[in-house]
Every structure is written in structure tokens, then in C-alpha cells.
């Protein structure tokens, strides 16, 4: 059996001397601390003084009645158990006693004192459940005003944030209801969210919200992923028109604390001045590559008659001053014909630097024969010059010349490139055709460089580069160059005829 053996403390009130004392010997014995009064008056006085942790009483009593004390005390009997023992025991007294906040009635005398053990463990118990009860429910209370607070003051800020930032945000349920819009929705959108609450979103602001034959989710606009993201709960993003503005879109899943989808969340962004701003962008960057274009043509305009001139009146001047030392080295003597030899030897030597240089300028063999005969013998002056081998591969019919030029001047860059970065011994030009699509590749066994990958150009690009990409971009085409330290440089062109 439990007993409250620490600090429960009881008081007796009974008049009978015997049957208190009685009482309180015993209640001694089981471990309770005991206080004694012999009439309702003393024990009120003791209860007020000690506040006890159980009250005994009788109920008949001089100067103040068992009921009178309980009276008295009501309001604490509903935490401090108060157990009635009396030789009264009728029903009416009973539910009199139990009317005015007593616990519990007893009646006496008793056959056994263990009954009345009994019943104070009992109350007592009761007691402390109560009073924990009460403790708890009064932290927990305390618990949820803090975290109500705590609640407000976090949807407060969120609130803030909703209403603040300049993204357009719409939340809508399962079935693609608006539930909220932020004011930058609103104003995008042109519906209040108390207006819109409630509304199917495709007949708010959809893209057929005015057409009076479409009916239902006919009206969903047609790129529109709220409903891909309520059925799998990806994110997806997507473009569209509101009114005069272009808008990016992103929808998000919003899921319950149970992993249920309950709606969507969608995110809207301006992005008309983005746009227009890359159309003004790729209206400049067709102007520039018109203007490269013509620049190039006049380039080679250029390069064609510096050439003509070169071979016209250099060249012929050449010839004709060659002829003259000749005639003169048959009638002068042998003593001076060593240096009419020197002469026509040193004009030979300026006439073949002169044929180089037309050549340069404006290889006749491409004029002539193509890009694949023009890059076979270009490898070959390279070779001599530079004692790098070049081999080519290029069996490929013949291409617009505006084409065959670009391509050869290309190849001219990269093979520079070659002597002046990569240092190698060797060099493979493979030329090919496939589907209409033209690819070029230069490839050495140098010593390549950090940091290149394929479709990427070195951050620091040079000249070069930067005019074989201008040269090709002028086509349509795609430069494309591959390095890795020792593993020598790939420099690819694709373009499609």
C-alpha cells in the first residue's frame, strides 16, 4: 500500500479527544506529520496558518460545524483533499458533506484504522495527480502562448516578405484554385487576391480567360506546369505572355507535414525588359557580324589587289630587269660578270619572295582547284618553311568561295597558332563531309595548355582565335578547341553547308 511518509502533513478536527487522538497516533505511525485541532474555530485558524495537505473533520462540532469549515475552505478543497468522518451516515448528510467540497465520507466508528489509511492514500494520491495536472496544464498553456507568439511573429515576417519582395507569387490548391497573390501579383495580374480567392486561376488571368467556347480546365493556358507539378511534384519553369509582358514562371510543390501535395506555388518574374533588351543584343550582334563579314570581304578585296599589283608591276618589272642583266652580263667582261651573276641571282631570290607572298595573299590554287588542293599545298610551303610536318586529309568537292576562303584563312591562323604556342613537330588537318555538314580539324602533338574542354575558349583569348570564331560565326558555323597540358590542342570547325 503507498504512503505519503514525506512531508504530507494532515489535520485533524474532531472534538472527540479519544477518536482524535486516536486517529492521529496512528497516522503517526504510517509516516504522516499530524496537527490537531478540537473544534471547526481552532482548525480553521491551524488551516489558514499551516495549509495542511488533507484535512480530517467531523461534522459536529462546537463554535463552528464540520460544514461551516468546509464552507470556509471551499475554495482550497479543490486541491487539498478534505475527508469527512462522522457518526452521521445517512444518504443526505452524505451528498450534503460531498455538496460543500468534501472528498470523501467516513463513518465511525471504524472497524478497522487501515480504512481510514486507505482513504487518505487514495485523496492524497489524487491530489498530487491533480496538482501535476494542473502544473502541466498551466506550462503547457504558458508553452502555447510562447509559441503563438513565436507563430504570429514569424507569419508577421513572412507576411513581410510575401508583400515586399518584387517576384510575383500566387499560391493555388489541388485543383488550380487561387488561394493568395502577393501585391506584385496583383499588379501583374491585374485581380486583387480577395478577388481572386477562390477563382480557377486560368479564368482569372489565363491565357483563353476570355474565350466563351473553351469551358473548364479547356481554359488551362497552354504552357502552363501548375498542373505538372501538382501531379509529380517537380519544379518546373516556363515563359509566357500577361497582357503586354513576358513573364518567367516557376512552379513549386507545396507539400503538408504528411508528404501530401495540397497546392502549388507559383513564382513570376518580369522579364520583358530582359528580353527586349536580348533582341536590341542580337540586333547588334547581326550588325557586327554583317560588319565583320564586310570587313573580311574587303580584306580579301584588298589582299586580291595587292596581289594583282604585285604580280603585274613588281613582278613583271622583275623579269624585264632580269632580262636587261642578262643582255648586259653577254658583253662585259669576264671580270665583271661574276657580279651580273650575283645580280640575276639576288632578283631571282626577290621573284620567288614575291610569288610567296602573292601566294599568301591569295593562293591561285584556291581559286583555281579548291580548298582541299589550296590546304594540300599550303602544308607543304609550311613545311619547308617552318620544317613542321603537315599531313592533309581532304577529299571534299568543291564549296562556295566566300566559304573556301574563310576556311583557308582559318587553317592559315591555326597553323600559325602551331609555331608561335604550341610547339610540335607534326600537324593533321582532316577535312570532311557528312549529312551537308562540313567539319575541319587541326591537330597537334604539342605541349596544349590548362583549362580547355570542349565547346569553351580560353578566358583570355587571342586575336587569333578570335577572328577564326568571327570568321565562321559568319557562317553559321561553330569553333570548337580542346587542350590539355601535353596532349597537344584539337581545333575544330563545324559548319553546315
Given at each position: 500500500?503507498?504512503?505519503?511518509?514525506?512531508?504530507?502533513?494532515?489535520?485533524?478536527?474532531?472534538?472527540?479527544?479519544?477518536?482524535?487522538?486516536?486517529?492521529a497516533?496512528?497516522?503517526?505511525?504510517?509516516?504522516?506529520?499530524?496537527?490537531?485541532?478540537?473544534?471547526?474555530?481552532?482548525g480553521?485558524?491551524?488551516?489558514?496558518?499551516?495549509?495542511?495537505?488533507?484535512?480530517?473533520?467531523?461534522?459536529?462540532?462546537?463554535?463552528?460545524?464540520?460544514?461551516?469549515?468546509?464552507?470556509?475552505?471551499?475554495?482550497?478543497?479543490?486541491?487539498?483533499?478534505?475527508?469527512?468522518?462522522?457518526?452521521?451516515?445517512?444518504?443526505?448528510?452524505?451528498?450534503?458533506?460531498?455538496?460543500?467540497?468534501?472528498?470523501?465520507?467516513?463513518?465511525?466508528?471504524?472497524?478497522?484504522?487501515?480504512?481510514?489509511?486507505?482513504?487518505?492514500?487514495?485523496?492524497?494520491?489524487?491530489?498530487?495527480?491533480?496538482?501535476?495536472?494542473r502544473?502541466?496544464?498551466?506550462?503547457?498553456?504558458?508553452?502555447?502562448?510562447q509559441?503563438?507568439?513565436?507563430?504570429?511573429?514569424?507569419?508577421?515576417?513572412?507576411q513581410?516578405?510575401?508583400?515586399?519582395?518584387?517576384?510575383?507569387?500566387?499560391?493555388?490548391?489541388?485543383?488550380?484554385?487561387?488561394?493568395?497573390?502577393?501585391?506584385?501579383?496583383?499588379?501583374?495580374?491585374?485581380?486583387?487576391?480577395?478577388?481572386?480567392?477562390?477563382?480557377?486561376?486560368?479564368?482569372?488571368?489565363?491565357?483563353?480567360?476570355?474565350?466563351?467556347?473553351?469551358?473548364?480546365?479547356?481554359?488551362?493556358?497552354?504552357?502552363?506546369?501548375?498542373?505538372?507539378?501538382?501531379?509529380s511534384?517537380?519544379?518546373?519553369?516556363?515563359?509566357?505572355?500577361?497582357?503586354?509582358?513576358?513573364?518567367?514562371?516557376?512552379?513549386?510543390?507545396?507539400?503538408?507535414?504528411?508528404?501530401?501535395?495540397?497546392?502549388?506555388?507559383?513564382?513570376?518574374?518580369?522579364?520583358?525588359?530582359?528580353?527586349?533588351?536580348?533582341?536590341?543584343?542580337?540586333?547588334?550582334?547581326?550588325?557586327?557580324?554583317?560588319?565583320?563579314?564586310?570587313?573580311?570581304?574587303?580584306?580579301?578585296?584588298?589582299?586580291?589587289?595587292?596581289?594583282?599589283?604585285?604580280?603585274?608591276?613588281?613582278?613583271?618589272?622583275?623579269?624585264?630587269?632580269?632580262?636587261?642583266l642578262?643582255?648586259?652580263?653577254?658583253?662585259?667582261?669576264?671580270?665583271?660578270?661574276?657580279?651580273?651573276?650575283?645580280?640575276?641571282?639576288?632578283?631571282?631570290?626577290?621573284?620567288?619572295?614575291?610569288?610567296?607572298?602573292?601566294?599568301?595573299?591569295?593562293?591561285?590554287?584556291?581559286?583555281?582547284?579548291?580548298?582541299?588542293?589550296?590546304?594540300?599545298?599550303?602544308?607543304?610551303?609550311?613545311?619547308?618553311?617552318?620544317?613542321?610536318?603537315?599531313?592533309?586529309?581532304?577529299?571534299?568537292?568543291?564549296?562556295?568561295?566566300?566559304?573556301?576562303?574563310a576556311?583557308?584563312?582559318?587553317?592559315?591562323?591555326?597553323?600559325?597558332?602551331?609555331?608561335?604556342?604550341?610547339?610540335?613537330?607534326k600537324?593533321?588537318?582532316?577535312?570532311?563531309?557528312?549529312?551537308?555538314q562540313l567539319?575541319?580539324?587541326?591537330?597537334?602533338?604539342?605541349?596544349?595548355?590548362?583549362?580547355?574542354?570542349?565547346?569553351?575558349?580560353?578566358?583570355?583569348?587571342?586575336?587569333?582565335?578570335?577572328?577564326?570564331?568571327?570568321?565562321?560565326?559568319?557562317?553559321?558555323?561553330?569553333?570548337?578547341?580542346?587542350?590539355?597540358?601535353?596532349?597537344?590542342?584539337?581545333?575544330?570547325?563545324?559548319?553546315?553547308?
Amino acid at each position: 500500500m503507498t504512503t505519503f511518509i514525506h512531508t504530507a502533513t494532515i489535520l485533524i478536527v474532531e472534538d472527540d479527544q479519544f477518536v482524535r487522538q486516536s486517529m492521529a497516533l496512528f497516522l503517526e505511525k504510517c509516516g504522516f506529520h499530524v496537527l490537531q485541532a478540537a473544534n471547526g474555530r481552532d482548525g480553521l485558524e491551524i488551516f489558514i496558518q499551516k495549509v495542511p495537505d488533507l484535512i480530517i473533520l467531523d461534522l459536529q462540532m462546537p463554535e463552528m460545524s464540520g460544514l461551516e469549515l468546509l464552507a470556509a475552505i471551499r475554495n482550497d478543497l479543490a486541491v487539498i483533499p478534505a475527508i469527512v468522518v462522522s457518526g452521521t451516515g445517512t444518504m443526505n448528510v452524505v451528498i450534503e458533506t460531498l455538496r460543500f467540497g468534501a472528498w470523501d465520507y467516513l463513518t465511525k466508528p471504524f472497524e478497522r484504522l487501515a480504512i481510514l489509511e486507505l482513504a487518505v492514500n487514495k485523496a492524497l494520491e489524487k491530489a498530487r495527480l491533480i496538482k501535476e495536472n494542473r502544473h502541466y496544464q498551466l506550462h503547457l498553456e504558458e508553452e502555447v502562448i510562447q509559441r503563438t507568439a513565436e507563430l504570429q511573429l514569424r507569419e508577421q515576417e513572412a507576411q513581410q516578405i510575401f508583400a515586399s519582395v518584387h517576384f510575383a507569387i500566387c499560391f493555388v490548391d489541388t485543383e488550380m484554385r487561387v488561394i493568395r497573390l502577393n501585391p506584385a501579383m496583383e499588379a501583374l495580374v491585374g485581380f486583387k487576391s480577395e478577388e481572386a480567392r477562390g477563382h480557377y486561376c486560368y479564368d482569372c488571368w489565363g491565357q483563353y480567360a476570355g474565350d466563351k467556347i473553351r469551358q473548364g480546365r479547356e481554359k488551362i493556358c497552354d504552357t502552363c506546369q501548375v498542373a505538372s507539378t501538382l501531379r509529380s511534384g517537380e519544379k518546373y519553369s516556363y515563359e509566357r505572355k500577361i497582357g503586354d509582358k513576358i513573364v518567367e514562371i516557376t512552379t513549386n510543390p507545396v507539400w503538408d507535414i504528411n508528404g501530401k501535395i495540397i497546392g502549388a506555388m507559383e513564382v513570376a518574374d518580369d522579364i520583358t525588359e530582359r528580353k527586349n533588351n536580348e533582341v536590341i543584343l542580337e540586333q547588334h550582334r547581326q550588325q557586327l557580324q554583317r560588319l565583320s563579314s564586310r570587313l573580311m570581304e574587303t580584306e580579301e578585296i584588298e589582299r586580291r589587289r595587292i596581289a594583282s599589283k604585285l604580280h603585274d608591276q613588281i613582278g613583271q618589272e622583275l623579269t624585264a630587269l632580269g632580262l636587261n642583266l642578262h643582255i648586259m652580263g653577254q658583253s662585259v667582261p669576264p671580270e665583271q660578270r661574276k657580279r651580273i651573276d650575283d645580280s640575276l641571282e639576288l632578283i631571282a631570290a626577290m621573284t620567288g619572295q614575291v610569288r610567296d607572298i602573292m601566294a599568301d595573299l591569295r593562293p591561285p590554287v584556291l581559286d583555281d582547284y579548291g580548298l582541299g588542293p589550296a590546304l594540300r599545298w599550303y602544308g607543304s610551303v609550311f613545311c619547308k618553311r617552318t620544317g613542321v610536318e603537315v599531313i592533309v586529309y581532304a577529299g571534299i568537292p568543291r564549296l562556295p568561295a566566300n566559304l573556301e576562303i574563310a576556311l583557308f584563312r582559318i587553317i592559315q591562323e591555326a597553323l600559325n597558332n602551331v609555331i608561335k604556342h604550341a610547339h610540335a613537330t607534326k600537324v593533321e588537318v582532316h577535312c570532311s563531309m557528312n549529312d551537308n555538314q562540313l567539319s575541319l580539324a587541326i591537330e597537334d602533338n604539342g605541349c596544349g595548355f590548362q583549362g580547355m574542354g570542349e565547346d569553351v575558349l580560353p578566358e583570355s583569348q587571342t586575336w587569333g582565335l578570335l577572328s577564326m570564331r568571327e570568321r565562321i560565326e559568319t557562317f553559321g558555323g561553330k569553333l570548337i578547341v580542346v587542350s590539355n597540358p601535353g596532349s597537344g590542342t584539337v581545333v575544330t570547325v563545324k559548319v553546315q553547308i
